[in-house]
């Protein structure tokens, strides 16, 4: 069976080896997308696969992607949710992958929520 | 769900909503019999026969079970559009599996999808759960085990772009195929 190559992992390990590992809490941003059966529906999946590939083109080291359920809003599928650190999170909607690149460069990246694809502000348990 | 590897993300969140620690996603296509097999295997909190058949109603389900909403309904009907079935085994506190058999050339059979994206948004969104993957097409298989991945990182992420951009080159390659000019170490 074709897998991973160790040598290959034990480069990256070398590499990673000391950075701060943002699981620990060493975030400044955590950005949430809903992967309920409705956001997956919705294209949920391309709006994550988008923002893996600017954090990655970005060498961006403190911004922590993650996904959650269903949020109850499933018309406004696909929508992510962007919390700064010691800021209230902001939920976005009717989410593409052109809205999550904005929203990266102006909110993620910027500090600025981008105010008119933001839904609501407020909190929710991840996970 | 336009293709099966969004199933196959739905399907996997219902078992990590479910409380799994470990889950096991094998495709398996045989050409010869015009077959192709999905199983989800999980380790989570099961059902009971009553549950079971709720969650295969897409009409029945309750919001105190919304977590495992229409994701069943909907990959029964993708399999039965495709001249197959699906079949849930379940036990309480053993965990579940789901066995979606699709006819691999039926016209109605939805495509595959990108097999790699769903694996990635799964590792993204449960860097705490472990993951089995196999993908086989006439006995050449592309797999990975996130169990031993981890062994290997030595505490470095898994959700590292690195590890996901290896993943991505994985189950980018044709089943089977590792990737080396030379053809490799085939443990098949």
Same mark, same amino acid.
């Given at each position: 069976?074709?897998?991973?190559?160790?040598?290959?992992?034990?480069?990256?390990? =070398?590499?990673?080896? &000391?950075?701060?590992?943002?699981?620990?809490?060493? *975030?400044?941003?955590?950005?949430?997308?809903?992967?309920?059966?409705?956001?997956?529906?919705? &294209?949920?999946?391309?709006?994550?696969?988008?923002?893996?590939?600017?954090?990655?083109?970005?060498?961006?080291?403190?911004?922590?992607?993650?996904?959650?359920?269903?949020?109850?809003?499933?018309?406004?599928?696909?929508?992510?949710?962007?919390?700064?650190?010691?800021?209230?999170?902001?939920? *976005?909607?009717?989410?593409?992958?052109?809205?999550?690149?904005?929203?990266?460069?102006?909110?993620?990246?910027?500090?600025?929520?981008?105010?008119?694809?933001?839904?609501?502000?407020?909190?929710?348990?991840?996970? | 769900?336009?293709?099966?590897?969004?199933?196959?993300?739905?399907?996997?969140?219902?078992?990590?909503?479910?409380?799994?620690?470990?889950?096991?996603?094998?495709?398996?296509? %045989?050409?010869?019999?015009?077959?192709?097999? +999905?199983?989800? %295997?999980?380790? /989570?909190?099961?059902?009971?026969?009553?549950?079971? =058949?709720?969650?295969?109603?897409?009409?029945?389900?309750?919001?105190?079970?919304?977590?495992? &909403?229409? &994701?069943?309904?909907?990959? =029964?009907?993708?399999?039965?559009?495709? /001249?197959?079935?699906?079949?849930?085994?379940?036990?309480?506190?053993?965990?579940? =599996?789901? %066995?979606?058999?699709?006819?691999? /050339?039926?016209?109605?059979?939805?495509?595959?999808?990108?097999?790699?994206?769903?694996?990635?948004? +799964?590792?993204?969104?449960?860097?705490?759960?472990?993951?089995?993957?196999?993908?086989?097409?006439?006995?050449?298989?592309?797999?990975?085990?996130?169990?031993?991945?981890?062994?290997?990182?030595?505490?470095?992420?898994?959700?590292?772009?690195?590890?996901?951009? +290896?993943?991505?080159?994985?189950?980018?390659?044709?089943?089977?195929?590792?990737?080396?000019?030379?053809?490799?170490?085939?443990?098949?």
């Amino acid at each position: 069976m074709a897998k991973l190559r160790i040598e290959d992992l034990k480069r990256i390990q =070398e590499e990673v080896k &000391g950075t701060v590992n943002l699981r620990d809490g060493h *975030y400044r941003v955590k950005v949430t997308v809903h992967m309920g059966t409705c956001g997956i529906a919705a &294209g949920a999946r391309p709006v994550m696969s988008t923002l893996l590939r600017l954090i990655s083109e970005g060498g961006v080291q403190d911004v922590i992607l993650t996904s959650s359920g269903c949020a109850g809003l499933c018309s406004h599928e696909p929508m992510m949710t962007v919390e700064v650190q010691e800021q209230a999170p902001v939920k *976005y909607t009717r989410l593409d992958a052109q809205k999550a690149e904005r929203i990266f460069a102006g909110h993620v990246m910027g500090g600025k929520p981008v105010a008119e694809l933001a839904f609501a502000e407020g909190s929710e348990t991840t996970g | 769900m336009e293709d099966l590897s969004l199933h196959i993300l739905d399907i996997v969140e219902n078992a990590t909503a479910a409380g799994a620690t470990l889950v096991e996603i094998r495709i398996e296509e %045989r050409s010869a019999e015009d077959r192709l097999e +999905l199983r989800v %295997r999980d380790n /989570g909190r099961g059902m009971d026969e009553a549950m079971v =058949e709720r969650v295969r109603d897409p009409f029945v389900t309750t919001r105190t079970t919304r977590r495992v &909403g229409m &994701g069943i309904p909907l990959l =029964e009907q993708s399999a039965r559009e495709a /001249g197959g079935s699906l079949e849930i085994r379940s036990t309480p506190g053993r965990g579940t =599996e789901v %066995r979606a058999l699709f006819r691999a /050339g039926h016209i109605d059979r939805r495509p595959l999808g990108d097999l790699a994206e769903t694996m990635i948004a +799964l590792l993204l969104g449960h860097p705490e759960t472990d993951f089995v993957f196999e993908h086989a097409v006439d006995g050449r298989a592309t797999g990975f085990d996130t169990r031993e991945i981890r062994e290997h990182l030595q505490g470095a992420p898994l959700t590292d772009p690195a590890v996901l951009g +290896l993943i991505r080159e994985l189950l980018g390659r044709p089943p089977g195929a590792d990737g080396e000019a030379d053809g490799g170490e085939d443990d098949g």
